[in-house]
């Protein structure tokens, strides 16, 4: 299978997606797979480095999900180009562009759920 993204180092940000070929408006840029992490054990990933690579997850948002593959790496912006849509029966995250992305553009996402959302954010943002 023939991968449509690529990792690169960013000073002072660390690692970013991005993409390697175009993608128009709507188009579906990965549909990931979880591990779900129970209400108790996301209280104590919540103490480590996981939980900057973890979604909100379940019914009442009081559990925790890792996306796998690319999902969990898409970087956040407040101007994203990108969103992630979740998928609690099928215990998947898909993540849809919000516009034409073209290769070499960094997929972004807005961490807060939602695309325009201006949230501040539980780290310090670039």
Known sequence: MEAFFKIRLFPRKGRYVFAKRDFTRDSVLERAPIIEISREDWQIIQKTCLHNYAFGWGPDQD??????????????????????????????VEFIALRDIRSGEEITVNYSGHPYGKQPMWFETA
């Open 63 to 92: 559990q925790a999900a890792i996306a796998l593959g690319w999902g969990s790496l898409f970087n956040h912006s407040y101007e994203p180009n990108a969103f992630y849509r979740k998928n609690l029966r099928e215990q998947m």
